[in-house]
């Protein structure tokens, strides 16, 4: 049927700020969500309380209120619109909540306000776990056995009758919060007592653990005429035990029968029908008996998912943007295929190539945390990658990481440790994956590792493959290697830095030409969700090695845009932001806007954000072959946070233009040691300090600049590797720790201003004129990382004498570095002298919180003056806060109860919120000012 006119305006509720389980693939869906509604004429507003994502942005919708999560608020946004109906079904389990929260008060009958994409019936069906269980039962699903437990007693009364091993699954919770697997009797009662804590409805399920078991996702959409279609199917890597969030995951899947695939499509598709009252996407997880391929089903989703986004870009196929029209009314078949043009939307997309993702974790930030993987999701953001076979796909994610890898392997930092290898293989880690080659290359046999891992024979005999490659590549020497063998090599995803690694006497760039003189080059291939069958007209691209290129390269002035790479801790989603907003700037100032980024849960890497995007690794080898094909104007580097200003040295030294602020003046800001010259020739005060490149001269400079100090490696964000010493033992550890984790880094030492208060600006630079876009006041003093502390927006209790020492400091310093673009200024204040800590010429944690808080688009702003289309005399800027906006840092430490809790230089947020106050006598302010008159007092 056609949509439902009587529809005419919409709220979709978010996913609120980024917390581990429940991350920007959210926004992402909440995005694309708002995006096709508005095609359709509706009227849309949302709730969401992240400042950090494209979301909350004017850009994608009609409203925006940035306002808390609660009913308080949707009773306050449904008094001032006329809303229809509300959307819960893009913000992960946070929306739903919501959602069946304000339903049990009567909120949305009382304001003639219609539930879509779902209704309340399915929720419960499939959040309840009994009433989940039950309807299994009831159209003949199999699941294991369990039972439901809504008190202590009935939890060890369900354990007794069961038996371990045993898994404890809470109600209503996202990423696996609160549950996990229960080996032995010792351990249940703790895991109980967590479990029933985490629900919000004090229930849990009691699960017999089907521990090595395979584990599938299947992707669906059905309509309202209950046609289901399968998107995408995902297979675990790793067994049953691992969170999905936290499993190696790929598609299509690798190792299942056509006859158990036909068995679960069936079966997903049985149960998409039976919940009820429901047309949109869901996500059905199936668990597989290896041995006999009995099938059973973990859980049903009514809702996007996380595995949402990754199946929409592995496959092409928009799912939130179709599940938003389904949503509305329309059917599959009456809505055209966003990659096609040609066929609608009625059709399961078929892949001819394979689709790896690879968690990325943060165990860094967590010191002494349980680092095991278990069914509680603890990874912090993910990559994908696309190849023409898995084992090249796998190579790719890995380089995609951004943990100093150049592969799956072959780059001298292999363990050789017997022992500690075959711990990790039983006890998975984030880095089980390269213990599994490094045991393959101790000679470990294939089946040993399957016994103690696992893990799929397919799985583990591609890896296999590569250990048995680079013993033939050993045989040679670069000038006479094969040109046959060498494309087999870039085929399995060798980059030139892992084979000049293992010849061991030649270079990256040898390894370059000689391969550029065999004639083998990356070519590009189209995603185009239908194996070529259909022609597309969607720029979206991936690299291999093979005859046909099918990326066609226009003869307009193109910009490339390098991304952020996998969310983590220190570089989330407001890089995101920063570089979809420099698309959408740099389109608008005539460019072909290209982006190439490997994160596949954000909007940058939407197929119709970019011009052309290149689903890519940002890693040197792909970066540079992009840029050989495209030849663009120049790369914009200041937009995606650390990742993309690492790719800046390499541009500079091949000649390639960086559009912006120049390499030399980036790298001078970058450098501690450098930097704080410059600050001293320009008369600015800083704190004394001293650079070091080993313990020794380290502590030299300690005692020279004054206990207590700040030990810092330059070229890192979030803080990595930072932290505050008062005598030379820990000052030794710290260095030593620094220089053998960073290997080359020098080790800048700041005396440390005690009980000083922190502050911070933005700024926007022409190369003549600089726009302070906000002045930012911490309630954490100095030594607490900007990222981990409440920021209010503008300073509330700063001198006007203090103010005017930061205005003259960030406008000095702009034109000192020569700034174009964007510049963030740290600063410290004692006894009413302020001090610069640091600047970064690049977009920062903080611009997308002034953009939201004034109503300015400054990325956007910034972004045309890079590219020298605007001089900032070109723009009428005007700030629309009428208050305060105060940033609020959001943490996971409930993913890690035994960890360090205590903030320090090293950030360990994972996201924010925004909250707005009229006054500086609101409750929250008081309460935040009280906190910093603590700290400075102590």
Known sequence: MPKNTSIRSILIIGSGPIIIGQACEFDYAGSQAALSLKEEGIEVSIINSNPATIMTDKVIADHVYLLPLTCESIEQILSERQIDAVLPTMGGQTALNLCIEADERGIWSKHNVDIIGVDIAAIEKTENREEFRQLMVDIGIGVATSKIANSFLEGKEAAQEI???????????????????????????????????????????????????????????????????????????????????????????????DRCYQDMRDQAIKMMRAIGNFAGGCNVQFSVNPETEEIIAIEINP??????????????????????????????????????????????????????????????????????????????????AIGRTFIEALQKACQSLETNRLGLGADGKQNRNLEEIMHSLEHPSSDRLFHIKDAFEMGVPLESIRKVTLIDKWFLQQIQELVHLEVELKRYQLNNIPKEFFVTLKQKGFSDAQIAWLLGNVTEEDVYQRRKSLDIHRVFKMVDTCAAEFPAHTPYFYSTFEDENESVVSDRKKVIVLGSGPNRIGQGIEFDYSCVHGLIA?????????????????????????????????????VREIIEHEKPEGVIVQLGGQTALKMAEKLHEHGIKIIGT????????????????????????????????????????????????????????????????????????????????????????????????????????????????????????????????????????????????????????????????????????????????????????????????????????????????????????????????????VFSFNKFPDVDKQLGPEMKSTGESILFIKDLNDEKFRELNTKKSMYLSK
């Not at 460019?591 to 690794?617: G, Q, R, W």
Request: with cysteine; glycine share 6%; charged share 25%.
């Open 662 to 889: 120049s390499f030399e003046n980036m790298d001078l800001a970058e450098d501690r040691g450098s930097f704080s010259d410059l600050l001293k020739d320009l008369d600015i005060p800083y704190p004394k300090y001293g650079v070091a490149e080993s313990a020794e001269e380290a502590l030299k400079v300690a005692n020279e600049v004054g206990y207590p100090v700040l030990v810092r490696p330059s070229y890192v964000l979030g803080g990595q590797g930072m932290s505050i010493v008062i005598n030379d033992e820990d000052l030794e550890k710290a260095v030593v720790k620094l220089l053998r984790n960073l290997p080359g880094n020098r080790v800048l030492i700041d005396h440390f201003l005690d009980r000083a208060e922190e502050s911070e600006s933005d700024s926007i630079s022409d190369g003549e004129d600089v726009h302070i876009i906000g002045l930012m006041e911490h309630i954490e003093p100095a030594g607490i990382h900007s990222g981990d502390s409440n920021a209010v927006l503008p300073p509330f209790s700063l001198s006007d004498n203090v103010i005017k020492q930061m205005e003259e400091y960030s406008i000095k310093l702009a034109k000192a570095l020569n700034v174009r673009g964007l510049l963030n200024i740290q600063f410290a204040v004692k006894d009413e002298k302020v001090y610069v800590i640091e600047a970064n010429p690049r977009a920062s944690r903080t611009v997308p919180f002034i953009a939201k808080a004034y109503d300015v688009p400054y990325i956007n702003i910034a972004t045309k003056v890079m590219l020298g289309a605007n001089k900032l005399k070109d723009f009428t800027i005007e700030r629309k806060l009428k208050g305060y906006a105060i940033k609020e840092p």
């Open 303 to 384: 809702r996007v998912s996380r595995s949402s986004a990754l199946a929409s870009k592995a496959t092409g196929y928009p799912i939130a943007k179709i599940a938003s029209k389904l949503a509305i009314g329309y059917n599959l078949d009456e809505i055209e295929n966003q990659i096609t043009k040609t066929t609608s939307a009625y059709f399961e997309p078929s892949l001819d190539y394979v689709i790896v993702k690879v968690p990325r974790w943060n165990f860094d930030k967590f010191k002494g945390a349980n680092t095991e993987l278990g069914l509680q999701m603890k990874s912090v953001g993910e990559v994908m």
């Open 586 to 622: 740099a389109k608008e100032a005539g460019y072909e806007a290209i982006m190439i980024n490997c994160n596949p849960e954000t909007v940058s890497t939407d197929f119709n954000m970019a011009d052309k995007l290149y689903f890519e690794p940002v890693f040197w080898e792909h």
């Open 163 to 257: 038996g371990f091993p045993l898994v404890i699954r809470p109600s209503y919770t996202l990423g696996g919060t609160g549950g996990g697997f229960v080996h032995k009797k010792e351990e249940f009662e703790t895991a109980l007592s967590r479990g029933l804590q985490a629900s919000p409805t004090h229930e849990v399920l009691v699960e017999q653990a089907v521990l090595g078991w395979k584990e599938f996702e299947l992707e669906l959409l059905r309509d309202n005429n209950d046609n289901v279609i399968i998107i995408c199917t995902i297979e675990n890597f790793d067994p049953m035990g691992i969170h999905t969030g936290d499993s190696i995951t790929v598609a299509p899947a690798m190792t299942l029968s």
